[in-house]
């Protein structure tokens, strides 16, 4: 079953637009550097532009976008530093979280991460890039929900939030996209037997094609050798 289609009934006005405009930057359909235009965003979204204004300020809270005086908004390009920064912090905290989950995990936790992996990989097979990302979005909060730690859990998804522009091209490659989606089954599979050490490192190892994707087209575009 596909994800439910966020609507202005069914969320805040805010959260619709940041919801929308998050989801055009981690799928690629806005790219680094785009100019985010507040006319623009008003006119497609039938609101004022306090309201875009304010959208764009959160965007800018999490990471993504970056606002400067007399130049406005811009989707975020980061450099390899950022990308190495952000994911050295993720691997911290995902594989401490990792260590914290339940071996095995409650039949109710292991249930709810299957469902979800299904969709997920329906979604993958039948191309539907936004309901990858948000189910994929979905398994990892709901998988390191199980740490027991909250405020933990709530690290991680901010840190994941900083990520969405390497991440966006993990959706967009296929072989890159079939690997995570397998990757999610692996870690199910670990957690149902118990195996702590492969199942903290197979955790953190998931974050790393995305990073090396991102660095791989960032060197292309800029010309930079390899380290």
Sequence with gaps: MALAKPTPSSLSELEFISRRLEEDIALGRILPRERLIEEELADRFKV???????VLSDLEGIGII???RNKGATVRDLTPVDVENIYSVRELLEG???????????????????????????AAASGNFTDVFRLNLLFHKTFFAACGNPQLA????????????ARSLTISDPALLKRAVGEHGQMIQLMEAGDRKRFVK??????????????????????????
């Excluded at 990792?98 to 995990?105: D, G, N, T």
């Design 96 to 122: 401490k979280a990792a260590e914290m989950i339940k071996l095995p995990p409650d039949p109710a936790v292991l249930a709810e991460l299957k469902d979800i992996h299904r969709r997920h990989s329906a």
């Design 66 to 68: 970056v606002r400067q």
């Design 154 to 165: 709530e690290a991680i998804q901010n840190f994941a939030l900083k990520a969405h522009i």
């Design 202 to 227: 197979m955790v953190v190892d998931h974050i790393i094609p995305s990073k090396d994707a991102y660095m791989e087209n960032y060197r292309r575009r800029f010309g930079m050798a390899k380290p």
């Design 48 to 54: 004022n532009r306090h309201v875009i204004r304010q």
